[in-house]
């Protein structure tokens, strides 16, 4: 179906729709994520718990059927722009979903408000998205950047950690992650390191970390460098003797690859595949069986963001012209999410609990994340105030 | 920043460095004896890594491992090389990056549709997880192993090429090549060996990185760039070149890790020392080569050529 | 680069006159290219001028850097640089609240002259492969830079709240896409007059031996200096209307996988051969596309038809037109 034939179509749904209150148009949600080169893993598993959703429900979101569409953006941001404008150009989507990296979020900021299209965020949190350049238009089902980190400096805190030493990549999400960090840890910082991005080797970090005399580290490494990052911190004979409290380092698109190795690592999340909630429950049990593996937080995100679609457009009755009524229904956030019950800030961030995880065995002894702490509740990003 | 931290860092940047070799040695002979780019040599890299993974995986030895990792890898070299490459011997050296450059994208995705797009499991045995104590830090034993295996490799290289027959025919290979076709030795088979040889290197450093480093799919791409850097920086062609120049390299992206960011420390405000120094040590492999480059465009050993 | 390939001049498949059949795919294409406002304007389908966009930013960042690669033998893999150089000087101005398009445009020029002709200065004191990495080295030392500068923004780029104002065409994406055409036009009808003429005759000879050019008492590097420069300027410009047409500046602009895949492009398209490059651009772009619409492995199919095309095409597809520019000739 054209675009021409495809308006023609929604004209037509809409005007029988005005008449006989049902039988409306589809909903064309557009997809954006990372399917190709390094950061695919993420991008896959936000795919993976999207369909998911969709699957349950028979395509239908909201009683709504749903088109999906879905785009892949390189992790480039120009190819990101292009596949934005896609969707609201040419395929005329009513939504837009997904984004899995912080650099592709900047850069389709702009065309998506510019067009004034509602969309729900799956992953990518930056700041000055919370901030400076918030719109009433987006919402994030996931996390401002710097709450995985804030919630392990309130850890730091409250366990009476004197001195950490802190480790990150230096790019923005990195030094925003530790910035974060100290926003809530009140002791000393004993070293801070920013390594080169997709550094392979730490030894030499890891080594001036002994010699820095810290009573506990904290590390950001996303995606294969947290791989590395762990492993090597294990071999130097570091893991169990300093306490290790990470953000991204070991989730769930790196714990096939560390297993045992990881064993006791802290990380934290607004979110772990062991909550007792029963809508995550259901989602884990429904995940494993269709995928055979246990699902990231990225695919949970995803997943909720699914959920949240569903739940405006059960109140709007699957209107999505009316953009106001649509976006009210989303803030209300008003289902049942993974995480439990939380509102969005004004920014359209989340106003959440986040909780620390350890590294350790579940029920049928494979290593996953088990809650070992709720360190935030309730708790809003730090930008929101900048939102006007 | 003390003497003993000093000696560590020096040792990391050896490591390093002798990692870079086992890629380098590769590299440079492929380049300097049969004129041949091979953007691909990452690839193959990967490849060892994920052979010594499936190997690891399926018997639990290391030692299997890692023989997986060169032998499947020299294999693929050898197949790969009469199957196709060949072909490319003979183009100039645009087109070689051209074809070589699509094998990449090929290859990579490949090992994502095999083993997934997320890193797959490999660990170090028990019996090697150890580390030793040098100066009151701890130091990976593992690390010290790879040191052993790459100067084991630098060693074996040179009695290959200085003191065997096919040694001699690379070298001849190295100065004049069409010489040394004249002379009826097969350059054919000369150069496959050659190309498996390099390749079986490069797999080789890939199954000895696997316990250390995350095996996904792409993990050549960025090492390549650093191994392009230590052939160039060496002189193209030359064994010695690479071995040296990709202990310099090693030793200044350790080093600028680490001193640099001290030293700095000294002189600046924390504030700014925290935001220059990581900047400054990106670039301080880039700088060095650019640095080498203006003043020695042949690199620092370079072959010579009659 | 020692590929002499000779000419086999003649007739086609279509039995045109080989100049005339590359005559006659250029006014067709350039007719394409035309269409593509008129159709985003009829079916109100203003994607297809982001689309055909992004081609034509990348057609003419290629065309520069062939100007350097296929006619001045500099096989650059830092080209990508200018790109990104080009689009964060539209960006840092417009945050800083200078949004004068002219502005814009003359500081770009500014800006990458200031950067190439001591890179340029620098780099060609090597060549071949030497040369080909130390472009590489001065390219990443920039993204690492623009990746460290917090203050506009990072890894994570820099917005452009306001794109470079000309009056009422300010953000009006027809005028952006026929500003774009106009400019490719340009810079090809520019490089055609300097290829012909002494200076590119002595360029391109510099290409083929070095050492005749000094034996007649002229020194190549100030040719190849200027060429460098050139083409970096054209690059750079592809950056300024890469940032208009995204309202973004990002280091992944100048990634060097991006200089890498410029350099694809030229090649696909044809060295040394003015619309090559063009044709290059436009394949790759779409082709990677179109695949990216099939399926989520599509480089799996991108990297085959790449090494196929480098086996069968040994003078990209616009050699398949015939040899009627002397790019790689002149022997």
Not at chain 1, 33 to 62: H, I, P
Not at chain 1, 241 to 262: W, Y
Not at chain 1, 323 to 340: I, Q, T
């Amino acid at each position: 179906m054209n675009t021409r034939q495809h308006a023609a179509a929604v004209a037509l749904a809409m005007a029988a729709g005005s008449f006989s209150g049902a039988s409306l148009a589809d909903v064309r949600i557009g997809f954006l994520a990372t399917l190709s080169g390094g950061g695919a893993a993420l991008g896959q598993d936000m795919v993976d718990g999207f369909n998911l959703a969709l699957e349950e429900r028979g395509g239908k979101l909201g009683g709504q059927n749903i088109q999906l569409l879905k785009e892949d953006d390189q992790m480039k941001p120009d190819v990101g722009v292009q596949a934005v404008q896609k969707f609201i150009e040419k395929e005329k989507v009513d939504l837009v979903a997904g984004v899995t990296f912080s650099n592709v979020m900047m850069a389709v900021a702009k065309p998506l408000a510019d067009a004034d299209i509602t969309f729900v965020g799956s992953n990518a949190g930056p700041a000055p998205l919370a901030g400076k350049l918030c719109s009433k238009a987006f919402f994030f089902a996931s996390w401002q950047n710097d709450n995985q980190a804030e919630v392990l400096g309130k850890y730091a805190t409250d366990k009476g950690y004197r001195k950490v030493y802190l480790m990150a990549p230096n790019y923005q999400s990195g030094r925003d992650q530790v910035v974060g960090f100290k926003r809530f840890y009140k002791g000393t910082v004993a070293g801070e390191v920013y390594t080169q991005l997709n550094q392979p080797d730490y030894s030499a970090e890891l080594a001036q970390l002994q010699a820095a005399g810290a009573d506990a580290v904290y590390a950001f490494f996303p995606g294969g460098m947290g791989v590395n990052f762990i492993k090597q911190f294990k071999q130097a004979g570091l893991l169990g003797r300093l306490p290790l409290l990470t953000a991204s380092t070991v989730d769930g698109t790196q714990l096939p690859a560390l297993k045992e190795m990881a064993l006791g690592t802290l990380a934290g999340s607004f979110w772990g595949p062991d909550s007792a909630n029963p809508a995550s429950k259901a989602f884990v049990a429904a995940f494993e069986k269709k995928y055979g593996r246990i699902p990231s937080q990225y695919a949970a995100q995803a997943y909720d963001s699914a959920l949240l679609i569903d739940s405006a457009l059960k109140k709007t009755g699957g209107r999505v012209a009316d953009k106001v009524a649509l976006r009210n229904a989303l803030r209300a956030a008003d289902y049942a999410s993974l995480r439990g019950a939380y509102r969005f800030g004004p920014n359209g961030f989340p106003i959440q609990d986040f909780h620390v995880f350890e590294v350790a065995r579940d029920a049928g002894g494979r290593v996953s994340l088990k809650q070992v702490g709720t360190p935030l509740k309730a708790h809003q990003d730090a930008y929101a105030g900048e939102c006007k | 920043m003390s003497p003993e931290l000093l000696f560590i860092q020096a040792l990391n940047g050896l490591q390093f460095g002798v990692l870079l070799f086992l890629m380098a040695a590769g590299l440079t002979l492929v380049f300097g004896i049969m004129s041949f780019i091979n953007l691909a040599h990452g690839s193959l890299y990967m490849f060892g890594a994920y052979f010594a993974a499936a190997a690891y995986q399926a018997t639990g030895s290391f030692l299997v491992s890692v023989g997986a990792g060169f032998c499947g890898v020299f294999v693929l070299g050898a197949l790969i090389d009469r199957c196709g490459f060949f072909v490319l011997h003979r183009r100039d050296h645009l087109d070689q990056v051209l074809a070589t450059f699509g094998v990449v994208l090929f290859s990579n995705e490949v090992a994502r549709m095999i083993w997934g797009a997320s890193p797959i499991f490999m660990e170090l045995p028990e019996s090697m997880a150890d580390s030793i104590s040098l100066f009151g830090l701890s130091y990976p034993a593992y690390r010290i192993l790879i040191i052993a295996v790459g100067l084991v490799v630098a060693v074996g290289l040179y009695l290959l090429i200085e003191r065997t027959r096919i040694g001699m025919l690379i070298r001849a290979g190295a100065s004049n090549r069409s010489m040394v076709a004249a002379l009826g030795v097969n350059i054919g088979w000369l150069n496959t060996f050659i190309f498996a040889l390099g390749a079986g290197l490069a797999g080789l450093a890939g199954a000895m990185v696997g316990p250390i480093l995350s095996v996904q799919p792409g993990m050549g791409d960025p090492i390549l760039i650093t191994t392009l850097v230590v052939i160039v920086i060496g002189g193209i062609g030359s064994i010695r070149g690479a071995f040296l120049g990709a202990l310099v390299v090693g030793v200044v992206d350790t080093l600028g890790r680490t001193v640099m960011p001290f030293v700095l420390r000294q002189s600046l405000d924390p504030e700014t020392a925290n935001t220059v120094g990581p900047a400054l040590s990106s670039l301080a492999v880039y700088v060095l080569m650019a640095v080498i480059l203006a003043l020695k465009p042949d690199g620092l050993f370079p072959v010579k050529k009659r | 680069m020692n590929s002499m390939t000779h000419t086999h001049g003649g007739q086609t498949l279509l039995g045109m006159g080989k100049g005339r059949l590359r005559v006659a795919v250029t006014v067709v294409l350039t007719g394409l290219f035309l269409l593509v406002p008129v159709y985003a304007g009829v079916a109100g389908d203003s994607y297809s001028l982001i689309l055909f966009g992004r081609v034509l930013v990348f057609a003419l960042a290629a065309v520069g850097l062939n100007f350097a690669l296929g006619y001045g033998g500099m096989v650059s893999l830092g080209h990508a640089m200018y790109l990104g150089l080009g689009a964060y000087t539209v960006a840092i101005l417009s945050h800083h609240g200078v949004n004068s398009g002219v502005v814009h445009l003359l500081a770009v020029g500014a800006v990458t002259a200031v950067l190439a002709v001591p890179v340029g200065f620098i780099a060609l004191r090597t060549q071949g492969i030497a040369f080909i990495m130390i472009t590489l080295a001065f390219a990443q030392m920039l993204f690492f830079v623009f990746v460290g500068l917090k203050q506009y923004g990072g890894d994570e780029g820099l917005t452009i709240a306001e794109l470079s104002g000309f009056g009422a065409l300010t953000a009006n994406k027809t005028a952006l896409y026929l500003s774009m055409m106009v400019a490719l036009g340009l810079a090809l009808a520019l490089l055609r007059r300097v290829v012909a003429s002494r200076f590119g005759l002595v360029l391109r000879a510099t290409r083929i031996n070095e050492r005749r050019v000094r034996a007649v008492g002229t020194s190549p590097l100030g040719y190849r200096l200027v060429g460098y420069v050139m083409s970096a300027e054209l690059c750079a410009v592809a950056g300024y209307f890469l940032a208009n047409l995204t309202a973004f500046a990002s280091p992944a602009y100048m990634a060097w996988t991006v200089s890498g895949e410029l350099i694809v492009m030229v090649l696909l398209g044809g060295t040394g051969t003015l619309v090559g490059p063009v044709v290059g651009a436009a394949v790759f772009l779409l082709l990677e596309e179109g695949l990216k619409a099939l399926t989520d492995h599509w480089m799996a199919i991108m990297g085959p038809v790449i090494v196929l095309i480098v086996l069968f095409l040994k003078d990209g597809l616009w050699g398949l037109l015939g040899d009627g520019e002397s790019g790689k000739g002149g022997h």
